[in-house]
Every structure is written in C-alpha cells, then in structure tokens.
C-alpha cells in the first residue's frame, strides 16, 4: 500500500516534470481487470520493467462493465492507450477491422500458443493475427467447504445431485443455497446460461451447429438450458432481481450463501475476502452416464493500439507476454487465469488446480454467443444477457426466451 | 385563534422536521458506515461506528491506493474557472443584450439562450471530434470550455432579465461623468447584478460538479478525472471493500457539504433575491 | 455575428458591444451550437466500406421502423414520458408545498431547514445512486428492518430489480435529489409576493390556506410554467446520469429504465459486445433535440403566452 502511494506520488510528480525526466518511454495498458490493479502494478509489470528500463509501462483499467465503451470514446478520440487488453473473438475482430488493433503477426512468440488460443484473436480466415492470447477462464461453481461439511453435502456430480443439494441447503434454512442476481444481467447470461449450457448441448458440437445453421435456439437442447435458469430461481436470495454482481460476491465471502456459480477468475478475490474454505466442482452433467463439459473459455488477449506512437516499446512488452517467464507469474499472481501458451506451467493455487483438474475429466468449450452470433445488430451475446435475465425473473418463458434470440438471431445471421 | 397558530405552526415544523430527516438520513448512513468494519457494516447498518465496530480501514485504502486530493483539485479547477468564465462572460454578453439597442439585438438574444432547451450532450458525437481536432482530449480546457458553453445560456437568461429591470439612470449618470463603456461595466454594472450572481453561480455550478458524462467521454484519463467520474471508478476498483467505497463516498461528500454551509446564506439570499422570477 | 454589428449610417461602429458580446458567442457557438448542428448532418449518413455515404433520412426511418431500433426508441421515449409525468405530478407538488410551508412568515428556523432541503441537490449522482441502491439493497436490510419496525415489513421488495416498480423507483431517487430546485424557484416566487395583496386578503377575512390558493397561487403561477418547462428538459437530458448509474447502461431489468439517454449512450458507444454506430448515435441525439424543440415551442407558445409573462 505504501508502495502504490508513493508510485502514485511520484507520477504526479513525475507527470508535472514532463518534458525534463529521462528519456523513458510510457506505455500504458487499457484493460477491464481493475481488480488486478495491484496484481500488475506489483508482481508483472516490475519484471519487464527491470528488464527494459527504458520502458515504463502503467496498468490503466476500467471498470468491466464500461469498458467497451469507455475504450471505444477513447480510441475515437485518439486518447487510448497504448496496449488493448482483447476481448475474444467478435469484438475485438471488429475492433481490428475498425483499424484500432494493430496487425501482430510478426510477434515470434506466437508460435507458443495453440491454433485454438490464437482463432480467438485471428480474421476467420486466420490470415491476420491482432491479439497475442493471453489467458483462458474456467467456468463452475465454487463452494462454502465449511457449509458443504456442516450439513453433511457431497459435492454434486449430475443435474439431479445439483438439485438434491440445492434441495438440501434450502431445507435446513442456514445458507441461501446460490448467490446470484439479475440485475446486472450478464452476471445471469455468463455464470448461469453458459455456465451450465455446454451439458446440454454437448460443448463445441452444439456451438458450432448454431454457426452452421444446422441448428436452431429454439431446439431442445437449447431451451433446457432456459428451462435449468427458471428453475434456479427457487433457490436464489430473497431479492435476488435487485442483486448485481458486487451483491452476490457479497453474500457469498461473508459466508452467506452456500454455492456461487462463477468462474476461476475470482479466486483472487475470493480468497482474499472469504474467511472459510473454497472449493469448486464442475458444471454438473446431465446424467450419470453422459459427458461432462466445461467453458474454458479464451478470455483475454493482449493487443496494440493501432494509433501508438511508442510501436517498438508496445512490440517489446507484446513479444515478452509470449514467454515462459509472463505466463509463469500470470498464472501463479492472477490464479484463475490460466496462460493460453502452450509453456509448461504449473498451477501453484490449490483451487486453482481444482479448476484446471476439470480440464481432466470435461470436454472444453467457450462461450456460445461469441464467435460470430455477436456480429450483427443485436448481438447474440447481449440478447443472452436480457433473456437469461428475464427467464430467471419469470417474466419470460424458457420457450418464448428462446424464440425471442432466435428471431433476432435471424434478423441479421446467415449461416 | 393564538391556540390554532400554535397547532398549525407545529404541524407546519413536523412536516419539515420529517423532510429534513428523510434528506439527510441517506448521507448521514454513508458516513457512519464509512467507519466501520465490513462485517459490522453488514451485520448492523445502522450501528454507530463504536468498539468493535470501529474501523478506519476504509479510509487507508483511499487516502493511499487513490488519487482524490488530485481528483478533487481537477473538480475544484474545471469548476470555479468556468463558473468565472460564465459569470464575466455572461454578465458582459448580458449587458451589452439589455444595454444597447443594434441590428438584430433581439435575435442574437433568442439565440444565445437558446441553449437553455438544447443540451449540448445531443452534440457529444462531433464535440467529441472536435476536441480531438483541437488537441484538447483528456484535458480539463476541453471540460472548461464545454460546461462554460453549457453555462452561458441560462447565466445570459437570468442577467438579462434582471438587468432589464434595474434602472437605466445609475448608468447614465455614470455616462454624463464620462465613463467610458467598459468603465460602466465594471464599476456599475457588475456591483449591480452581485445580488443575483449567486443565482447563477449555484444553477452552473451543481451541473458542473456532478457531470459524469463529459469527463466520461471527454476526460477519462487518470491524470484529469473528476471527483465524480473517480468515485465511479473507484466503486467498480473495490467492489466488495465496501468500507472503501463508503469512505471513498463520504470524501466525494464532505467538501461539498463544507463548502455548501459556508456558503448556504450568500447562495440561498441569491436565489431568493428576486433574481429567478420565473 | 457580422449581421448583429452592421453599422448603421448615423452612428460609428459601437466597438465594445462586440468586445461584450463577441467572447461569450464564441464559445457558445463553437462548443455548443456547432456539435449540435455536426450531429444533425451526421444522423444524414451511413457508414460504409469507403468511409460513410449520404442517406437522407433513411436513418430515421430506420429508427422509427425497423423492430430493432423502434422497439428501443420507443421503450426509451415511452420512459422518458412516465418520468416527466412522474416528476409533475410528485415532485413539483411536493416542491410547491415545502416552499408554501417554508415561506409562512411566522416560521422560525427557515434558513436551517432551506438549507437541509438543498442539500441531497448538491450531491453528485454517482453518490446518490450508490447510496440509495444499498438503502433499498435486500441484502444490506436498511429498509426491510426498517419496515418491520413500523409493521409492514412483508411489503418490501427489492423494488429497484423488478420491471414493474425499477422506473418509479428512480424516479423517486431522482425526486428526493433534485426537489430543492423547483423548491427554490417556487419559495422565491412566493416572496415576491407583495405583503400588501396578501395583508388586502388577511383583511377580507381569508384564512393562510385561502390566500395560498386564491392569493399566492395565480402570482406564482409564472414560476409553475418555468418549472414545468425545466422538468421537462432535465427529464430528457439529465436523466442519463441517474439511471446509468444505479442501472448501468443497460437500464434494466429488461430495459425497464431505459431512457433516450441511456439509449443514445449504447447507441452510440457500444455496448459490451455490440459496438457504437457513430451515425445511428448522431440519429438518436437529433430526434431527442426534436423532441425538446417540440416541446419548449408548446411551452413557448401556449403555456407562456396565456400566462403572459413578457407582460411588461
């Protein structure tokens, strides 16, 4: 702390001696991690620092939830930084076709990532590259182990042991069995919907058909999925349609709540807040017999602002996120985002591991709505927001739900 | 008949006791809560911040992980240099609109106030660009210039009128003692419309200070963040240190609330000194 | 300008009414009316492969027309509406009253209380949102402890989560903020009201409730049009800030809150993984400019003129 107070001072200082400091280049970083602040400031970014001393690099972030547009205003007015945290595939595609990421192709290390990593931040075509990827987020659930021992609950393994303990920690009236809200709406889509969807329609298959029009969401599998949110519902906190992201976290680290569908991203902050023991298990499947399926989701990228001056400085701090030594303290300083390199890395954080054990026995997939059902106008990925939402708070029927992306998906989709 | 006055005039006071109570309860939640641990801040919100409940840590975290004494320095600067821009430059145009009768005086008025109706955020998309145009991104010249636009129109509306209603006689005099034009501006004019400056001060100023949306989109860089905008990001920054936040809340407040009660009487004579007739 | 300082034959040029009036023009014509005249010829255009094209109005057809567009304008049109009506009806009332009680001469302690009900309107909106979203939280339970202290706990909601209730529930939010300044207004009105008309009153044998009505009222009703014409502007336009923060930008639940500024704000800038659309942005802020203008001629020439005020 004391530390971050006298960086901040001295860049004040330093911001008013402008002009008569040493020859030092600034870059900054633009991101939605602004709870990282800390992570970056102290474990990574003095690393490339003490390597490149000619080089002062300043992790800038923004709030997640107006990121996008707080970037978007930035890069219009010319006043963004000089590296762009990337979001995945859709949108930072149109972000580069918009000529505000920077080609990056050239980057050797590229070669250290999988072809899968790097499709995330590719043209369709994969000709161009403008992300070097940088970290994949695990979906499930975490849980109160203190609540779990207490009232004697295994941890779930298929749709009806998920119930069963739901059922369960209801009963006994200790613990709200889920902390989860919809008034953020995206918390609903992406720690409900594609969180537990993938089971239903079996991973990257059921992804993919949606791309190749061989299927519909309004098919079955689909629909399940806006059936599993309805019936959520019965088992969320009293209010939960006035209870937005922060809310939830709440409720869970004061030991509130029992389990908190979300993903490894939040370890950080979870330990940290959270005075009793975390564990996590997977997205439970369907039935004992079928398939288990995760979100691995491709997260975050790393890319250049088209419009930098300072291209040799950004190239050098881009080329240093493909190494071994970036993706070790990456892994190890933010546990829960897990490097997209294919270095061989090993996960220090116990539930971390948890996590990545899930690679173990599930078939990955991403994110539904992300590669290309979010290109048009309305996205996919933001209908699934206000739908999910509304299912949850019973104000639209799983069927209708459906029906409503689908008729828009079409609007603009052609597969 | 003295009796009724009594009940009347309790009635009247418990009325406004209870509004009182409503408008300050809220700010007065914040700050208790401020000093209080996480735990008891959920356990007992409205629990005085005593013993065990006491925690300054809320406070650590602002004073040392952000940068509010520069936040409110960037608030304090767009603030008073483009009240003082809207008030001089406003008394002026005012004066010469209520003073002097040249081609197309009326319709240079209608046009200078027509601001009043038309927010200047409908024209976001190409000030924007503008300001980039002029080099003035994240700069606090780019928030001056935009909130003193902002500001003039209704400051010319309120000066004018009153103006209009003040007698032309003080500035002939002065004109009959060979004064020249500027001369009266600033030595009769200006000490004429004092009553109603704090008018225009206090209805510039609170849509000045709580902008959220210029500094958004004008300003967000760190080094030009207003008070309002890092409260906005300092909430996201620290989402579940609510002891954090609530400090962070109540130092946005405290100043203003100085501020406020220093100045209520001067700014509060000011409104009601006839100036806002409606 | 050039028109304003032409000449005339009879006398020399007046240099310092340009001096007076030239700086406080510039300013206003670059930074507010120039964007404003940017944005109406942008919403003419489309973006395209070489840069944008020329569309006439197609933009605005599109708005009005096409499900996607027209559903959000006219949710966001339709709020805005409720919200004006909801401030005219609850907050210039309420405003009226506590200025009526505030201005009864006999009243000791005035200043105290003007100055605690100003107060919540110098807050800035980031802090009152915050503040009154952990207020109605369900989780942090200041209110429903607070209704089962007076018995009617079973009647709480989390009121700012549900479609039905969100936009009433900001509505009053915004109301106990900014009620200070019709207030304001309307107490100022009712000093100006000359003693002798209401001691003539008094003397006629009219009660303080009856000179309020038949006395005050049609004085102050001048300040009552002026208010009503402010609410009408701050509804369309200072709104945004509120709702953006105590909803987002997404003005939930199920764009229940959604208001023109909000809208133009994701029209505009994007929004997670929809991205801005400069052109459709510039659309959205034209037809809100329309929509005002509309509604300040109204005021202009109906309300206003009966109500005489250039009288003098």
């Known amino acids: 702390m004391a530390i971050n107070a006298m960086r901040s001072g001295l860049l004040a200082v330093g911001m008013c001696l402008t002009g008569t400091a040493a020859a030092q280049t600034v870059i900054s970083i633009e991101s939605w991690r602004a709870e990282d602040q800390a992570i970056w400031d102290d474990l990574i970014l003095p690393v490339f620092e003490a390597q490149n001393p000619d080089i002062d690099v300043q992790f800038k972030p923004t709030t997640a939830t107006e990121y996008n547009a707080a970037l978007n205003a930035r890069l219009a007015g010319g006043t963004a930084g000089d590296i762009i945290t990337c979001r ?66 295994e941890v779930p393994k298929t749709e009806s042991d998920f119930y069963a303990v739901l059922d369960k920690i209801k009963e006994d009236g200790t613990y709200i069995p889920m902390a989860m809200g919809t008034k953020d709406q995206w918390e609903a889509a992406t720690m409900g919907y594609t969180n537990v969807g993938p089971s239903y329609w079996a991973g990257e298959e059921g992804r993919l058909a949606l791309i190749s029009g061989d299927a519909k969401l309004t098919d079955d599998v689909y629909v399940q999925v806006f059936e599993q949110m309805a019936k959520w ?183 | 008949m003295l009796i009724t006055q009594r009940l009347s005039s309790a009635g009247i006071h418990a009325v406004l006791i209870a509004y009182s109570l409503l408008a300050l309860f809220p700010l007065a939640l914040i700050v208790i809560n401020s000093f209080k641990s996480k735990k008891a801040i959920f356990r007992d919100p409205t629990g005085l911040p005593l013993g065990d409940n006491f925690s300054s840590k809320g406070y650590d975290s602002v004073l040392n992980n952000s940068d509010f004494p520069l936040y409110f320095g960037n608030s304090l600067t767009v603030t008073c240099v483009s009240l003082v821009l809207i008030l001089l430059l406003g008394a002026m145009a005012a004066h010469a609109l209520s003073e002097y009768r040249f081609p197309g005086d009326s319709l240079i008025g209608l046009y200078l106030i027509l601001g009043i109706m038309v927010p200047i955020r409908l024209g976001t998309v190409a000030l924007l660009q503008l300001i980039v145009d002029l080099g003035l991104a994240n700069t606090l010249t780019a928030l001056i210039l935009v909130y003193t636009a902002q500001g003039l129109p209704i400051a010319i509306f309120i000066f004018t009128e009153f103006l209009r209603s003040v007698s032309k006689e003080i500035k002939d005099s002065a004109r009959i003692d060979g004064l020249s034009e500027y001369r009266i501006f600033f030595e009769v004019v200006i000490p004429l419309v004092r009553p109603v400056i704090a008018t225009v001060a206090v209805f510039s100023m609170i849509p000045i200070w709580n902008d959220l949306w210029f500094p958004l989109i004008l300003s967000p860089g760190e080094e030009t963040r207003t008070v309002t905008l890092g409260v906005q990001q300092f909430i996201g920054q620290y989402t579940v240190n609510w002891g954090a936040v609530l400090a962070a809340l109540s130092v946005a407040i405290l100043p203003v609330l100085v501020m406020y009660i220093i100045f209520s009487k001067q700014l509060i004579r000011g409104i009601t000194a006839g100036a806002v007739k409606g | 300008m050039a028109n304003t300082e032409r000449p005339t034959h009879r006398r020399p040029i007046r240099w310092y009414i340009l001096v007076f009036l030239a700086p406080a023009t510039l300013i206003y014509t670059i930074f507010a009316i120039y964007p404003i005249l940017e944005s109406l010829r942008l919403s003419l255009f489309q973006a395209n492969e070489n840069g944008a094209t020329f569309e006439g109005l197609a933009n605005y057809a599109r708005l009005i027309q096409e499900p996607y567009w027209a559903e959000q304008f006219w949710n966001a049109f339709k709020n805005n509406v409720l919200l004006f009506l909801m401030h005219m009806l609850i907050q210039n009332p309420i405003a009226l009253a506590l200025a009526a009680l505030l201005s009864v001469p006999t009243l000791k302690g005035a200043a105290v209380y003007r100055t605690i009900l100003f107060l919540p309107t110098l807050l800035s909106v980031v802090v009152v949102g915050f503040i009154w979203q952990l207020i109605l939280s369900p989780l942090w339970g200041v209110t429903p402890a607070f209704m089962n202290f007076l018995g009617v706990g079973s009647f709480f909601k989390p009121w700012l989560g549900l479609e039905s209730s969100a936009l009433v529930t900001v509505t009053l939010i915004s109301i106990w903020q900014y009620v200070g300044i019709p207030l304001m207004l309307f107490y100022a009105a009712l000093l100006n009201v000359p003693e002798e008309t209401i001691e003539a009153a008094r003397i006629d044998g009219l009660n303080g409730w009856w000179i309020f009505w038949k006395v005050k009222l049609p004085l102050i009703l001048p300040s009552l049009g002026l208010v009503g014409i402010l609410t009408y502007i701050g509804n369309f336009t200072a709104s945004f800030d509120l709702i953006y923060s105590i909803q987002g930008g997404l003005a939930g639940p199920d764009y229940s809150t959604d208001v023109m500024g909000t809208f133009l704000f994701r029209t505009f800038f994007g929004f997670q993984a929809q991205l801005g659309d400069v052109y459709m942005g510039a659309t959205v802020a034209s037809a809100l400019f329309f929509i005002i203008l509309i509604g300040v001629a109204l005021y202009l020439f109906g309300v206003q003129r009966r109500l005489q005020r250039y009288e003098s």
């Open chain 1, 88 to 153: 995945p595939f859709d949108n930072a595609l149109a972000m580069y076709e918009a000529g505000s990421l920077a080609e990056i192709g050239s980057i050797a290390g590229l070669s250290n990532f999988s072809d899968v990593a790097k499709a995330a931040w590719s043209t369709d075509s994969g000709d161009a590259k403008f992300c070097v990827p940088m970290a994949s987020v695990i979906h499930g659930f975490m849980y109160n182990k203190d609540a779990f021992a207490e009232l004697e609950i």
């Open chain 1, 233 to 415: 519902t019965s088992y969320l906190g009293n209010g939960y349609q006035a209870q937005g992201y922060t809310d939830s976290q709440n409720l869970f680290t004061l030991g509130r709540a029992a389990i908190y569908p979300t993903g490894s991203w939040e370890i950080t902050g979870f330990q940290e807040n959270a005075d009793f023991e975390l564990g996590a298990f997977a997205p439970p499947r369907k039935d004992a017999d079928s398939k288990c399926y995760i979100s691995d989701h491709t997260d975050i990228g790393i890319g250049m602002n088209a419009a930098t001056e300072n291209k040799e400085a950004v190239m050098k701090f881009l080329e240093w996120t493909t190494s071994a030594e970036f993706a070790e303290i990456l892994t190890n300083a933010a546990p829960g985002f897990f490097s997209l390199s294919t270095h061989d890395i090993k996960v220090e954080n116990a539930l971390a591991q948890e996590f990545v054990a899930m690679r173990g026995e599930c078939e990955p997939t991403i994110r539904l709505a992300h590669q290309i059902l979010s290109r048009g106008e309305p996205a996919l990925g933001n209908q699934l927001w206000t739908l999910t939402a509304n299912v949850i708070n019973g104000s639209q029927t799983p069927e209708d739900a459906a029906k409503e992306a689908q008729a828009n998906l079409d609007g603009w989709f052609k597969p």
